[in-house]
């Protein structure tokens, strides 16, 4: 079974400053990853998904994120904050060898300060 | 249609009641999900719907909910006897279910609130 930790319910970061919303999971098998976004009154959108092709990997919006298995992470960055960041970031995982379920983390709410 | 659509976007039940809750997935997407999302618990899995394969039922919170997907096609999710606890937006989401590792196409969600 699969399952993701997301640390921090709620981050706060200066504008400018830069964004890191960490993510760990734990899968039995490899995994595909992923963060998905929320802005405010809006669905949620996929931002960037990590599939073994590369293990650092670019989304939208200027952020990335790297998966690390020896740390079994999958922390989320972005160099300089933008007001327009401000939204609920949730990280995702299903398993790779096989079609599972996607199972969500709780979410973090990253809070731009100006 | 050119996304998902839930319907209805806004319900107000009374305790106890029963309520249905409709998702339309984009048309030719195999795999469907419900999650529902409330303050604090994130997205919680509900139930999995992948093509002509069993449900996979492993998120309902109690046997007070159900959902069926008729035709391959649209979903109900059902919940009875409804409780306070009930309340939180319900989200559907689809994805052509070819593969693990599609994105999610997410409706803008039911927010059900149980008085």
């Known amino acids: 079974a699969q399952s993701v930790t997301q640390l921090g319910s709620h981050v706060s970061v200066s504008e400018g400053a830069l964004v890191l919303l960490r993510c760990n999971y734990s899968?039995?098998?490899?995994?595909?990853l992923f963060w998905y976004v929320q802005y405010p009154n809006q669905g949620l959108q996929l931002l960037l998904k990590?599939?073994?092709?590369?293990?650092l990997v670019k989304g939208i919006n200027g952020f990335e994120a790297e998966f690390k298995k020896s740390e079994t992470s999958f922390h989320l960055t972005k160099p300089s904050a933008h007001m327009s960041d401000a939204a609920e970031y949730f990280c995702?995982?299903?398993?790779?060898?096989?079609?599972?379920?996607?199972?969500f983390g709780k979410g973090t709410r990253l809070h731009i300060l100006p | 249609g050119a996304g998902v659509s839930q319907s209805p976007s806004n319900k107000v039940t009374e305790k106890g009641k029963d309520v249905e809750l409709r998702c339309d997935p984009i048309s030719g997407h195999t795999a469907l999900y419900w999650y529902r999302q409330s303050l604090g618990q994130g997205l919680e899995f509900l139930i999995y719907?992948?093509?002509?394969?069993?449900?996979?039922k492993s998120g309902l919170p109690s046997d007070r909910f159900s959902a069926e997907r008729t035709g391959g096609s649209v979903s109900t999710l059902t919940i009875q006897r409804t409780q306070q606890e009930d309340s939180a937006v319900y989200l559907c989401?689809?994805?052509?279910?070819?593969?693990?590792?599609?994105?999610?196409?997410f409706g803008s969600g039911t927010q059900l609130s149980v008085l």
């Open positions: 990590y599939t073994s092709a590369a293990t």
């Open positions: 719907f992948q093509g002509n394969s069993a449900p996979d």
């Open positions: 989401a689809s994805s052509p279910g070819q593969v693990g590792n599609e994105k999610l196409f």
């Open positions: 995702a995982v299903s398993p790779m060898n096989r079609d599972d379920k996607i199972i």
């Open positions: 899968s039995s098998v490899p995994p595909y």
